[in-house]
């Protein structure tokens, strides 16, 4: 069964970094499609970032563009977010999860075809 974990959630203050991680058991991650999503409280899901399985296709969302980036370390079967200059309107659950065929998509955002999603790490932005 697939496993997904997500890990370096915390508390940072308005301006701060963190970096999420996102590894899995039982299957390599660079053969498939990865995508970062959020969803804050009272809010929908919403889609952050997502990589083909080839690296060709990297995409993300305009509110995130430019601050965060996404990135594989195949080596270690791990898949990152690096979140820089973090506002109060990023605080939200983080997700990842995976496509088992085929590329982002132009409906990525909705993660309408993710197969599989991890159980999500906490970001809260606050001061």
């Known amino acids: 069964q697939v496993q997904f974990v997500e890990s370096g959630g915390g508390l940072v203050q308005p301006g701060g970094s963190l970096r999420l991680s996102c590894g899995a058991s039982a299957f390599t991650l660079r053969y498939y499609t990865i995508g970062w999503f959020r969803q804050a409280p009272g809010k929908e899901r919403e889609g952050v970032s997502c990589i083909s399985s080839s690296g060709g296709m990297l995409v993300y969302a305009g509110s995130v563009k430019g601050r965060f980036t996404m990135s594989r370390d195949n080596d270690n079967n791990t898949v990152y977010l690096q979140m820089n200059s973090l506002k109060t309107e990023d605080t939200a659950v983080y997700y990842c999860?995976?496509?088992?065929?085929?590329?982002?998509?132009?409906?990525?955002?909705?993660?309408?075809?993710?197969?599989?999603w991890g159980k999500g790490t906490l970001v809260t932005v606050s001061s």
């Open positions: 999860a995976m496509r088992r065929i085929g590329s982002c998509g132009s409906l990525w955002y909705t993660g309408g075809d993710m197969d599989y």
